[in-house]
């Protein structure tokens, strides 16, 4: 079982944080500026309009100077002040429709409802070729993007995405709403980064989601249908996210991976380990974070970015040579005990299924579940079908009151049409 530290973990709140908003009327401002002192210089004799303090002063004086002869008075100094608004106003509308669309924070809603600025912010990308973003600014991409959505800590949280996924009604938006149907999740879409790997699935994250990046592989098309479990392209895909994690950390990241087939229910952050380098979740958890007889799933990790987790990636993805035919979570399952994890001093932390679970071994209380996983299920229809029946299972708890909540009584109905392994 997992000891009381990881419990009261807490101090990572930081990756809780909201992004900073960025307001649509900063940048006219220094437009705003120049125009109040147009006005100055035109009536040197007195100010172009009421400041707050000056009107403050006019309606404590009222009930003193009720003659008549200082109605016109407020009148003539009042009138020009809504005149500047009413300018002002138009200023910064005209200023607004020529510039074109400025990202904003909070992102628009999930699910295909997008407000005036994402439709506009998908009308003027839908132009553009997908292959048109190479490798050759790749880096420079990333920083940008990143830039926008990473925590104070410099932490993003990060999902790939193929057209398979992508296709509404399909497993991405199950993954997004599960943000808004989360405790203390709704937030944390600010900091998620989707990797779109073909056309169609970058198209798609640009009509939904604010932080989408497109990862072109020369030679490698990731478009089409669902590409199925250790088939040829499914390898690839596999391997090229590996070396963009890797490329990630040397960009000093931290990063949460998440598959798109896992349901966000609680903030994970409190139940992270505050001295690891790499923590993972595990298809079976054997009751120790540090017992390297866990079987982890590469679907879900939490990496910090340091020399150890860089050397630690480099050495994953270049083993895919030393296993031909394996994807890497295979992989991972043997190099965990080379000699070189030891020699380079990467603290390791297996995450319990308690807080981390998934269809290969549910987490079973559900006032502690963090995440969970369709895992252990083959085939695009049956993992969409469990995952709608997970996220039914988790809003009928969300409903319930306080003190039945505490009781405990809530249970998976899944898996039904995934079908787990029999060990």
Known sequence: MRGKEGEEEDENEEAEEEGTGFSIFAPLAPLYLNYKVAEMMKRPSRPPSLS???????????????????????LHSVVPAFLLLALTSLLCL???????????????????????FGIEMKENVSGLSFESFGPDHEDARIRSVFGKAATKDKTVILTTLSEAWAVPG???ELFLESFHNGVNTHKLLDHLVVIALDSNAFARCLSIHIHCLPLVTEG??????????????????????????RSVLVMGYNFVFTDADILWLRNPFPRFYLNADFQIACDHFLGSSLDFENRPNGGFAYVRSNNRTIAFY?????????????????VLNYIKYDSFVTEIGLRIRFLNTAFFGGLCEPSKDFNKVCTMHANCCVGLSSKLHDMRIMLEDWRKFMSLPPREKRLQLSSWRVPQNCSLPSE
């Open 314 to 330: 480099e050495f994953w993805y270049s083993s895919r040579e030393l296993y031909p035919g394996h994807h890497d979570q295979d």
């Open 94 to 116: 005209l200023v607004y429709l020529v510039s074109g669309p400025i990202e904003f924070s909070p992102r628009p809603a999930a699910g295909g409802l997008l407000g005036k």
């Open 170 to 172: 399909s497993v991405f």
């Open 52 to 74: 707050s303090s000056s009107f403050g002063r006019l309606l404590m004086d009222e009930s003193a100077d009720r003659t008549p002869r200082t109605v016109p008075r407020r």
């Open 220 to 245: 490698i098309d990731f478009s089409g249908g669902e590409k199925f479990f250790m088939s040829h392209d499914y390898l690839k895909m596999m391997w090229r996210r590996i070396d963009f994690l």
